[in-house]
């Protein structure tokens, strides 16, 4: 990142204002590369000092630069390089959803999502992965320390259902702060947010029901709904808004649906995020139809604009909606630290927990409250939510790059996901296949809806801060679907 | 433990030969109490140095103990009192079997079995728990440091399905001491034994199947199929030998069954060990019924007797059997770390853990993978073994001095479980509520059936070594059962 450059003071010349000298300068060094999308500006404080102007005069040239679409400001953060070409992609469109419950198979390509081992060198854009460079490793480990020293049997005991009581108090005070007021014998902890989803379809819902979920959603939720015998029905989503109440109530009228589980915050792959009154008619259509809703708010924390998005359980009292959450894509995914917010399925989710798994390991459990206790996950997550949202825009602005005309691409709200939608002809699995050749893994759309919704979708994680590997990634799956597209697909050859 | 006394060296006497003279004196620190049930007795080489007597006087001597029933030889290990009145104790006798598939309620009272809260001091044996004092601490906190030294930052990592290979690899080569040969890649890393039976059972049977166990049986295991939609058909087993593979036949002769989940080794409540020959029965019967059979082996490791005991798996290639177990019974519950040898659906469960919670928790397996890689784990093993063994028989005593007569206890060959046989009349319910009561946790034997078959059971664990505190709590439940034998049963009054 550069925030300095060594050219001169510009003066003040006739017939133009101060600032827009001050503008220029700052546009120069975005023009001639100094400033890359995505990198930080120069404060106004230093952009002063450094040019000699007033503080009005700063402000008034950055206002100008906002306007002009050169840069962004983000809250509590400062002022950021955006992507013109990056601004011009069009958001994806949505995919055909059955309008029927689906009994789905889990793709056999699931597997090779993953590195195979630690000689693969492949670049892993395909699995949501934080970057282990972002996570607080340091506060952790004087944490773990601590809890050696202070509890050195405890981490060989069981901790049963609900589980440790300092960690549960933790998270009912960071639920209060998206807005819910929830007692800590009221939080579970479970096996990062996996677990908490199971046990919360398997609370609610039985073998043969019908689950609401999202279309395009997380591969998981489809993959946990079919492996419990559950049918998923895929409702239609905006991909900035999410899910719409509208096609959620048609779908109530016109089907016998057991639950929902939606991912109402930056859902996953599309990081739409539902606005307030959205959320206040799903739980009102839920009261409505007697119907629990399970969210799945991972990415809750990972707000890019000011504000921490509400969750549902925010509009209701827990007698419909059950929450689940955890620290995997924010302080250790290795933790396997989540809860599930159970509400009048308490009992029985800390029962089934018991059955389905005993516990969840006690030493992450002490290490999580410890960090939590300590208030350095404020800290880290504003550090964290910044990093992410520049290394989403700097992959946009790549793609905007390097992808041929015709691309679209998803504009988070939150998280560290990319939705693309490839152009005309042009399949996913075909790319994710070249691109598994070129050292690039990516997870093909398919993976993310029934039938052939998603086939010409892929999905990129920006969960790694910007390198070279990662210009060169997206530059060789750009020249994979250009040459692509100007094949023509499958179903045409021989017709 | 007593392990030397004051009295004056034995002289050799008229009439009866010097060995007799050896046992006199062992007999009367067993008869004035110095030496307890349980309690280890002087080795051959500390009582001849004491007695001034040659090896083979001393050795003479602890054979006539031995056959006068007051000490047994334990291999590896030493010459230990016996309780003679432990010893005539009876073994249970077998519950009613529905002989069709039952759908189970989890018992509303599965939850107070553990203490509410840290201020709950009652003695809690209603929980297979091994005592924290009896658990490597010392051993595991050098491996953590190590591993945090090492790996700083490799813990706040997913390790996804199927595990850390350090860790899959030092569990292959305990498997293979048990008689099977598998490669790491056929080991998955699971959180606990629960959830690689949990995995296990969703890999080998859909809702509604019908799945066959021992009854009685650890009540987790029916909880899990009840939850999982699937129904138990419970089989009839020996108190020694566990299943009996000719009842196993006839059940799959007249029932439609989709799998079975045993414990062949140290059933949990039995505490009863299949031989060879009818484990391989049950794999021969499985392999002409194709029938996938799940073992639980979390005891294996366990036993009182001079051999590990084999696993089914032993029998079989992997193509009928799956095989799972965990740490929790020896080193350290809290951790979480078990495993699954899936055989032929390996694939299938390395992605149903992918979906169902994703990776277990890496921290715990670098850790276990560290301690295996020390050498530690044997030697523990044979530490912690003596001592379950020790202290089952000493509730064995314990039971057998303050319970009335008509109770019936089993006589574990492994783990530290014990099954207890009331009284007629006497109902476990009504034990469990007094005991409550009076401070004690017991596991009514309601649990571990379906019906009324288990209506007179407890099971109690022997967890914890011996204390003052153990010897009240079984006072004061034998006073109960004393007490509720005196009394019509509920179904008396007023008849």
Same mark, same amino acid.
């Given at each position: 990142m550069h925030t300095a450059a060594d050219s001169t003071i510009v003066p003040a010349a006739s017939g133009r204002f101060l600032h827009d000298h001050v503008a220029d300068f700052v546009r120069s060094l975005i023009e001639d590369g100094t400033l890359k999308p995505g990198d930080r500006v120069p404060s106004l404080r230093a952009i002063r000092r450094r040019l000699e102007v007033s503080m009005a005069t700063a402000t008034r040239a950055y206002e100008t630069l906002e306007e002009g679409g050169w840069i962004e400001a983000r809250p509590q953060s400062g002022f950021y390089v955006r992507s013109p070409r990056a601004a011009a992609l069009e958001a994806p469109q949505r995919g055909h959803t059955p309008g029927r419950p689906e009994r789905l198979d889990v793709p056999s390509l699931l597997g090779s999502l993953a590195p195979a081992d630690e000689s693969d060198n492949a670049v892993t854009l395909s699995l949501a992965l934080p970057d282990p460079e972002l996570l607080p490793t340091r506060a952790l480990q004087r944490a773990l320390t601590r809890v050696a020293r202070a509890h050195p049997g405890a981490s060989t005991e069981y901790a049963f259902p609900p589980g440790i009581e300092t960690l549960r108090r933790q998270i009912a005070y960071r639920v209060a702060g998206a807005g819910c007021r929830v007692h800590p014998d009221d939080v579970l902890v479970t096996s990062g947010c996996a677990e908490a989803l199971t046990i919360a379809l398997q609370c609610v819902a039985r073998p043969g029901d019908v689950i609401a979920v999202e279309s =395009? +959603?997380?591969?998981?939720?489809?993959?946990?709904?079919?492996?419990?015998?559950?049918?998923?029905?895929?409702? =239609? +989503?905006?991909?900035?808004?999410?899910l719409d109440p509208q096609a959620f109530e048609r779908a109530l009228e016109h089907n016998s649906v057991s639950a929902a589980l939606l991912v109402p915050n930056f859902n996953n792959p599309l990081g739409s995020c539902m606005p307030d009154a959205a959320k206040r008619r799903v739980v009102e259509l839920a009261q409505r139809y007697a119907l629990p809703v399970i969210e799945d708010d991972i990415y809750g924390d990972l707000h890019f604009g000011d504000r921490r998005p509400s969750l549902l359980r925010a509009f209701d009292d827990g007698s419909h909606v059950l929450t689940a959450s955890s620290f995997s894509k924010t302080v250790a995914p290795g933790y396997r630290v989540g809860w599930l917010l159970a509400g009048r399925w308490r009992e029985g989710a800390n029962s089934l927990k018991h059955a389905l798994s005993m516990a969840t390991a006690t030493l992450p459990q002490l290490v999580m409250a410890d960090f939590l206790e300590n208030g350095a996950y404020e800290r880290h997550l504003r550090r964290l939510r910044s990093a992410y949202h520049a290394q989403v825009e700097r992959m946009r602005h790549a793609i905007a790059q390097h992808f041929p005309a015709g691309t679209r691409v998803s504009e988070p709200r939150g998280g560290f996901l990319l939705w693309v939608q490839l152009p005309d002809r042009v399949q996913a699995i075909d790319v994710y296949r070249a691109a598994l050749d070129a050292g690039v893994r990516v997870a093909p759309g398919n993976l993310f809806g029934s039938g052939a919704a998603y086939d010409q979708y892929l999905r990129l994680s920006c969960g790694a801060p910007w390198q070279p590997a990662l210009e060169t990634a997206i530059a060789a799956l750009g020249r994979i679907v250009h040459d692509l597209a100007q094949w023509p697909a499958h179903g045409d050859i021989g017709a």
């Open positions: =395009p +959603t997380f591969f998981n939720i489809l993959t946990m709904i079919e492996r419990l015998g559950m049918r998923a029905l895929e409702l =239609p +989503t905006d991909p900035l808004e999410g």
